[in-house]
């Protein structure tokens, strides 16, 4: 928000220089991102007339000119100007005056220089005849400048060029404003707190009309159709209007802030909306049917042109102003084309209305379109200041405009009620850790617009309308402190750290656990964009993905910045398939990454907390390139699918899921040619798999790429109650190892056979391994033997014979359920 400093004086005499004035504001809550100057500065700039001209004794481009000031004695000044003459009127800095010239070392810079009573090869000279471009005027430095011959000598330069049109010199103040404080979106706004923090008086703008306004007069009516959108509409009717441009000063004002300005009418409304906050729009009253103004919904999908000249698309319910036949502007965002004021207007209605900040927003982002108005709206603007600022835009027409005010209408279907909260003093003081007096709180609450009273022991406090973020208690207490000045809050000497451990969320313990894991393993942790153009989307909707094995649609984005973010990411793995590749053109030969992410997709399942949108936190593992590098004591090795298997082993086994089944697929998909589905008991969790070579080829990759996707959010469910560390002794006993060897199809799964060997293993069986595999010339061509080694253990010495049973009933086992023979 920009705030000119001369149009704030107008409000708050605070006798502050712009430097002390940022910083006040700043540690007010109001915090000054930028300050610029803007036109000339002509401070002690006066009018002087040249009496005579006279050669310098020691320099030959420099002569002695003798200039009347208009007080006192002639001054002798020192001039190197060619074109400086007797009987020309001149600007003239007089000795202490503060310019601004242009710097002998950088042509976009400026030096600070302070005229001085000083010697010139040899004479003295009592101050400067400027040329235009030291005043900050214009760029001209052929010579000096030369006024008109009716300029006054003595009289202040400003005023001769404020009366030539010329903008006068202002500070124009940058403040970030925070979506919780919409009064501060004007200059009375600003103005209110600055005459809070310096005890200043507070001087708003006098309105001398009627506000004693009915819902309809004679020449118009107003008809609220959607109270809930519009609970209160103010408008007043100006006629015989000329439109003609606004007064110098208004736009010097507005082009300070960086609005330009149009005509008197528009800029009245503008100038307004800045000075107190509220937004105005000007209809041209003829064109408008009927002479009345509906306030209403969209039914259908509507098309509607605004000022801007851009027809466009208006979705259902958008909140309209209308007149007896058709729509006439967009409510709070924009007004139409159609009812626009013109140079042939010469009745002007004035619109000033509280519109559902809620609603504006819904329209203003489903038709990309924000402006001054909108943001206002938005944001919540005081919902009993229609009525003042349509009259205090009417008042300035007629004065600026030559109109004539001919009624008002004041619809208010749904008046404010006034909030009220109470405030405990001594609450204040221990909040802030500052004792700040009763009387000083009710000086500071009382200076911004709070009504006080004493109640109880506390102070009951009505709500100012136009504070809409001060709900309670502590948001006054919040007042006081930034009116006190935050800077004057000491800093406490010690601290209460709160006797508890902060908790951490299993599903977030889990991820930390893992990510160190990954880490240590040799993985890199990335972030990736969560937004994919819609072809990339829906090419990864495959459903041996976790985020996308419910089915349904990719979810689009609302108002996506580009094609390329026009939807939520059903996996997260194209994101790291980009890194990858990224990565890989630049000369990585070990791609190892993992990321946590979330996958969206449009469908309803147990696990949707919106209807028809899932989400789920998905973690996704990619190798690629060398699993080891050579070495003197190593060969070189790519990464397989093994690899990686043995990764998500490790990862699973960490967090102690329960069950893990992992079950090969010998089918090609949408992203893989074949791939291995993670079980957790009957629970499908993710996939393992390698990517097709037309992804590949799609993100520039070479060589095999390997990824692991799980649904993270279902791990850390099941995995949760394992979080609890226990700690078991060492066992005083001895544990027996037993290897076994047995020859099957060479078509028949290891993992299948692991888990047959612990069943049937009983609570004997503490560990078992794959330790050989072989297929060969001792054995049949279509079979493989595979070797186990097993470990038995129990709170006691075990003897041969139970061994034996365990693994006489692990045999039988094999054999029943995978064609198995033990290998003599």
């Not at 005056?97 to 001085?116: F, G, W, Y």
């Not at 405009?401 to 003093?425: K, Q």
């Not at 136009?466 to 809050?489: C, K, S, W």
């Amino acid at each position: 928000m920009k705030i000119s400093a001369n149009w704030l004086r107008d409000y708050v005499d605070h006798g502050l220089s712009i430097e002390e004035l940022s910083d006040r504001l700043t540690m007010a809550g109001l915090e000054v991102e930028d300050v610029e100057q803007i036109g000339p500065r002509l401070d002690g700039i006066i009018v002087g007339e040249v009496l005579e001209v006279n050669p310098h004794p020691n320099a030959d481009r420099l002569t002695l000119c003798s200039v009347n000031v208009g007080d006192g004695e002639p001054l002798s000044i020192v001039c190197g100007a060619s074109n400086v003459a007797a009987g020309q009127k001149v600007p003239v800095a007089t000795i202490g005056t503060i310019l601004h010239l242009p710097s002998r070392t950088d042509d976009d810079a400026l030096e600070r220089i302070e005229i001085k009573k000083s010697k010139i090869r040899g004479e003295v000279s009592h101050g400067m005849i400027c040329a235009e471009n030291e005043l900050g005027l214009s760029e001209d430095h052929t010579g000096i400048m030369v006024l008109d011959e009716g300029a006054i000598a003595g009289t202040s330069l400003e005023d001769y060029v404020s009366d030539k049109n010329v903008p006068l010199a202002d500070t124009v103040i940058d403040i970030a404003i925070t979506p919780n404080r919409p009064d501060a979106i004007s200059h009375i706004g600003v103005a209110r707190d600055v005459a809070a923090i310096t005890g200043k008086e507070l001087k708003s703008p006098s309105i001398s009309i009627s506000l004693d306004c009915k819902e309809s007069t004679a020449d118009f009516s107003v008809q609220i159709d959607a109270p809930a959108g519009c609970p209160t509409y103010a408008a007043i009717l100006v006629k015989g209007v000329e439109i003609k441009e606004s007064p110098v000063w208004m736009q010097q004002r507005l082009s300070a802030i960086g609005l330009r300005p149009r005509n008197n009418v528009v800029d009245i409304t503008n100038y307004v909306m800045y000075e107190v906050g509220q937004p105005l729009h000007a209809f041209d009253f003829e064109l408008l049917a009927g002479a009345k103004i509906i306030v209403r919904e969209t039914s259908t999908e509507t098309k509607f042109t605004t000022l801007d000249d851009v027809e466009r698309e208006l979705p259902i319910g958008t909140l309209m102003i209308a007149d007896r036949d058709r729509d006439v502007a967009i409510a709070g965002v924009m007004g139409g084309q159609n009812s626009e004021v013109t140079a042939d207007t010469k009745n002007v209605l004035i619109e000033s209305a509280y519109f559902n900040p809620a609603q504006i927003r819904r329209t203003a982002k489903a038709l990309q379109l924000q402006t001054e108005a909108s943001y206002r709206f938005e944001r919540g603007i005081d919902p009993t200041a229609q009525l003042r600022a349509a009259a205090r835009a009417a008042e300035l027409m007629a004065k600026f405009a030559g109109g004539e005010i001919d009624g008002c209408v004041n619809a208010n279907p749904a008046p404010y009620e006034p909030r009220f909260a109470t405030l405990r003093p001594e609450r204040v003081s221990h909040v802030l850790g500052l004792v700040v007096p009763e009387d000083r709180i009710q000086s500071l609450l009382t200076s911004i617009g709070f009504n006080i009273s004493s109640e109880n022991g506390a102070l009951k406090c009505e709500i100012p309308s136009f504070r809409p973020d001060v709900e309670r208690e502590i948001d006054m207490i919040e007042e006081v402190a930034r009116l006190v000045g935050y800077d004057a809050i000491p800093e406490p000497s010690r601290s209460a750290i709160p006797n508890h451990p902060v908790s951490i969320s299993p599903q977030r313990q889990l991820r930390e656990q893992v990510s160190n894991l990954l880490s240590s393993l040799g993985f890199k942790e990335v972030v990736t964009n969560s937004m994919l153009s819609r072809e990339v989307a829906e090419s990864f909707c495959d459903p041996i993905l976790p985020g996308a094995r419910f089915g349904g649609e990719v979810v689009d984005t609302l108002n996506p910045v580009s094609r390329e973010m026009a939807t939520l990411r059903p996996s997260v793995l194209p994101g790291v398939i980009r890194v990858a590749a990224h990565n890989l053109n630049r000369g990585r030969l070990s791609l190892k990454y993992f990321e946590f992410g979330n996958s969206q997709m449009r469908v309803h399942t147990e696990h949707s907390i919106l209807e028809n949108y899932t989400e789920r936190e998905c973690l996704l593992i990619l190798s690629s390139g060398q699993h080891d590098l050579p070495g003197w004591d190593t060969s070189a090795r790519v990464e397989d699918i093994f690899d990686l298997k043995g990764i998500a082993e490790v990862v699973l086994d960490s967090v102690h899921l329960p069950d893990v089944r992992f079950v090969p697929i010998y089918e090609a998909s949408k992203v893989s040619t074949h791939h291995i589905d993670i079980y957790s008991g009957h629970e499908r969790l993710g996939v393992l798999g390698q990517l097709t070579d037309s992804v590949t080829s799609a993100f520039d990759l070479r060589g095999d790429i390997f990824f692991l996707e799980v649904d993270w959010s279902s791990i850390s469910e099941f995995s949760a109650p394992f979080l609890k560390k226990h700690y078991d002794a060492f066992s005083r006993h001895p544990v027996v190892d037993r290897d076994i060897a047995v020859t099957v199809s060479r078509s028949e799964a290891v993992g299948p056979m692991v888990k047959s060997i612990r069943d049937a293993g009983g609570e004997l069986l503490v560990n078992v391994s794959v330790f050989d595999l072989y297929a060969g010339d001792q054995i049949d061509a279509s079979l493989k033997s595979v070797a186990f080694a097993m470990t038995f253990a129990a709170d006691r010495t075990l003897r041969d014979e139970e061994v034996d049973e365990e693994v006489t009933q692990i045999i039988s086992s094999l054999e029943k359920n995978h064609g198995a023979k033990l290998r003599q």
